[in-house]
């Protein structure tokens, strides 16, 4: 298995869903069991649907990197918590915590 960077606990309608990884070769993301085996699970996007396996890609998922957010927001963000703005992973795992809809992202599971 790769080594894992940095991860981030994807909750879905304040369930736990799945981990989103950042990789050697990319970024990795895997629901979790016991959330597939939930009768009401629903995947976090159309381009991830439910599913055993782990998606991997060389690139941030689009749905994930399109929770970060845009503009003068962003610049805010990337100020307040130091982070550089190529830097998509960090900015997800930072500022997606509370976003708008039924997908957010966790430093820890809980």
């Known amino acids: ?7 981030g606990y994807v909750y879905i309608q304040n369930h736990f869903s799945g981990i989103i990884a950042e990789t050697e070769e990319g970024y990795i ?16 996007s ?3 649907p439910l ?3 782990p998606y ?3 690139i941030l998922f689009p749905f994930f990197d399109g929770l ?4 003068w927001l962003l610049g805010v963000v990337s100020r307040n918590w130091k982070i550089n ?9 930072s500022a997606c915590r509370d976003c708008i809809g039924d ?3 966790r430093r820890e599971k809980v």
Request: proline share 2%; hydrophobic share 35%; net charge negative.
């Open 46 to 48: 159309l381009t991830l």
């Open 68 to 71: 970060i957010p845009e503009g």
């Open 85 to 93: 703005q190529k830097d998509r992973f960090g900015l997800l795992l």
């Open 103 to 105: 997908v957010y992202i």
């Open 1 to 7: 298995m790769e080594s894992e960077y940095r991860k």
């Open 56 to 58: 991997e890609t060389t």
């Open 29 to 44: 993301f895997t629901y979790d069991q016991d959330y597939l085996d939930r009768e009401d699970a629903v995947a976090v």
């Open 51 to 53: 599913r055993q396996e």
